[in-house]
């Protein structure tokens, strides 16, 4: 996951220091202890791939019969969806009387930008992403609900009156991931074959803050999820101080009887800046129905509700289907072979047929650069950001000190992955984020951003581009003079500079905060506000699908949008360079922030030491130079922010300072 210890924000007579390590800042105080690049890259046998679980067709159906027993004794019929892993969708029941609606909520001042005020019957798209996410933020070392989305999404962390003043959830903007744009998520196939149950697919709102969706479990083991929409709202928690009593939650849990997350590794274990992170509202004494004496589905099937058919995602007239084991071929998601990747440990995403989907190759952009990443250098860069990723401390997986579990992705500058490795239970979503990040990081490093946001036909996203000349005070602004990691674009994407402290300006590419709430982050957004709202006529039978590309920016070339994936707003990632010129950019995703921030600045910066002539920005060309006044003083934006002692058997400190 992505969970980040937060910084405290240094008061100095002149200036606020935001910078992290890795560019005029540091982790801490005391020497810098660089790590030494691995040559060879370890060979793997560090981690153990969880077993390869899956739902049965009859226990899916004992979900939705559980839950619908539930809703029935709440006098609440619910629109119910049940995923596997990679998110198939195995079913969706619809209960009689079932409200149809989905409304998300306006903020303060009544906007209506982008997703918010949304008010169409597509309650079944809702719970679609209430189970996935559920499902995407799971593991075998986390189980996460779309509560614990909630309360790590929103501007300040954790969510409640007396906590404003503190900085942004950790996960800010993870919301817009999992597109139903992404030109990474498999699509469903009707008429089946090879590729028809490869992971992950993609979820029609992106991941839910909607209490509501919950991940379920075998053996210990994460084999899917559960979402229940049934009031007829699409919204988020804004007080985590008290304990609601949400109907959906209620229904979500008692679908997931016998089928529970582990205590062990429930959110509510798992805590950030010492605070425990929320699992569930909803306690099995709080329900009004027995699960166990539950009517079997054959029994509630046409007389309490009935499967229905959401395009793009589920056929009733094929019935409930079995789940797909996570780590077989036919899930999309396997361990890679001698000839994909050295480390053992490594799993591939792969299209059904043996295929791998993101072998490793080298860039597509020559004549766009000098010298375009070779095969052999992506290599190393995946080789030694996954042997970091390998000796690091996890910040959100039990039992402590387990080792990181992320994805790491490469692209070039025309935002073509070069390669996709993780590990064998990273989480899910991290796929598609650490996509993001590594797009994200190179565009606004790039010396075309400003120039195709202004050609993006939205005037909406062309006004970000202005709006951050003027923050930054500098005309040059989004033409590649520095160099952006997704830190330093979150912090300038938060609706408080700096982040969380209130009465501050937002940052210019946030919506400002009156206008603000997690359906409305500003510039990610916008940027995909058709193809989500295109994307939901399409599910109700009113137009034809999104394109499989995010976002209405130029083509750098034919069939290359940099931008394929949408943008990402949290940090972990950073752009990579040969000498002064942009070549790529390295996203990972999977655990807490600061770790991602280490395994993509470390990677990098070792690869560079194995194989010569690339790495990161120099230090004096990265974001972490750049100063904006607020008030009497001087904000400096971060680069990376490495933690402090981060290695499993090392006492190694602050090592990433002085790189």
Not at 1 to 22: D, E, P, Q, R, Y
Not at 242 to 262: N, S, V
Not at 475 to 493: E, H
Not at 557 to 583: D, H, K, M, T, W
């Amino acid at each position: 996951m992505t969970i980040h210890g937060k910084a405290a924000l240094l008061l100095g007579a002149a200036m606020f220091v935001l910078s992290g390590c890795g560019g005029g800042g540091s982790d801490g105080g005391g020497s810098g202890q660089p790590t030494t690049p691995t040559t060879p890259p370890a060979t793997g046998g560090l981690y153990t791939a969880p077993a390869q679980e899956a739902l049965t067709s009859a226990e899916v159906q004992q979900v939705i019969a559980q839950a619908a027993a539930e809703a029935q004794a709440r006098g609440r019929p619910a629109n119910i969806a049940v995923v596997d892993r990679v998110g198939n969708v195995l079913a969706v029941f619809v209960m009689n009387g079932a409200n149809p609606n989905l409304a998300v909520p306006r903020p303060t001042d009544g906007s209506t930008n982008d997703l918010q005020g949304v008010d169409v019957p597509g309650a079944v798209a809702g719970a679609i992403a209430k189970a996935i996410t559920g499902a995407y933020l799971s593991s075998s070392g986390n189980a996460f609900s779309t509560r614990t989305a909630s309360q790590i999404v929103q501007q300040h962390f954790p969510p409640a009156p007396s906590t404003v003043g503190l900085e942004s959830g950790p996960l800010f903007g993870v919301q817009f991931s999992q597109l139903p744009c992404s030109d990474l998520a498999a699509r469903f196939q009707p008429a089946g074959g090879a590729t028809a149950l490869i992971g992950p697919k993609r979820s029609p709102l992106g991941l839910s803050a909607d209490p509501g969706g919950l991940p379920l479990y075998k053996n210990g083991v994460v084999v899917g999820g559960i979402g229940v929409m049934a009031d007829g709202e699409y919204g988020f928690d804004p007080n985590i101080l008290d304990t609601d009593e949400d109907d959906e939650e209620f229904i979500a849990l008692a679908g997931t009887t016998g089928f529970a997350a582990p205590e062990t590794i429930r959110a509510d274990r798992i805590t950030v800046d010492g605070t425990a992170l929320r699992f569930s509202d909803a306690m099995p004494t709080g329900l009004k129905s027995n699960p166990a004496s539950a009517a079997g589905f054959a029994a509630i099937n046409g007389a309490l509700g009935a499967l229905v058919s959401v395009a793009g995602y589920f056929e009733a007239a094929a019935g409930v289907r079995a789940g797909t084991a996570y780590g077989t071929e036919a899930s999309g998601i396997r361990r890679a072979g001698t000839g994909e990747f050295s480390n053992s440990d490594a799993f591939v995403l792969t299209n059904g047929s043996g295929a791998n989907r993101y072998p490793i190759r080298a860039g597509s952009d020559t004549g766009a650069v000098s010298t375009p990443l070779s095969a052999a250098e992506v290599r190393a860069i995946l080789e030694e950001a996954f042997s970091v990723m390998s000796r690091a401390r996890a910040q959100i997986r039990q039992p402590l000190d387990s080792r990181a579990q992320v994805t790491i992705s490469i692209v070039d500058t025309h935002g073509v992955a070069l390669g996709i490795v993780r590990s064998p239970d990273a989480p899910i979503f991290g796929t598609d984020v650490s996509l993001q990040k590594a797009r994200t990081a190179m565009f606004f490093s790039n010396a075309q951003a400003g120039t195709q946001l202004l050609a993006n036909p939205s005037a909406d996203v062309q006004s970000f581009v202005a709006a951050a000349r003027t923050f930054f005070n500098d005309p040059a602004a989004l033409t590649g003079k520095y160099a952006f990691s997704d830190r330093a674009n979150g912090n300038v994407s938060r609706p408080y500079f700096p982040d969380g402290e209130v009465g501050r300006p937002n940052g210019p590419f946030s919506r400002p905060i009156a206008s603000f709430n997690p359906f409305s982050t500003g510039l990610q957004s916008a940027l995909i506000k058709d193809n989500v709202l295109t994307h939901v006529g399409f599910i109700l039978g009113a137009n034809p699908d999104t394109p499989q590309r995010c976002t209405a920016t130029p083509d750098v070339a034919a069939a290359q949008n940099r931008l394929q994936n949408g943008i990402q707003i949290f940090p972990g990632s950073v752009p990579i360079y040969r000498g002064s010129e942009l070549v790529g950019g390295i996203g990972v995703s999977g655990d807490g922030i600061d770790q991602d921030d280490m395994i993509s600045f470390l990677g990098l910066h070792n690869a560079g030491l194995r194989v010569g002539g690339i790495g990161n920005a120099a230090p004096s060309a990265r974001a972490d130079q750049i100063t904006v006044p607020v008030g009497s003083q001087q904000v400096r934006l971060r680069y990376i922010n490495c933690p402090f002692a981060p290695f499993l058997g090392s006492s190694d400190q602050n090592v990433c300072q002085g790189l």
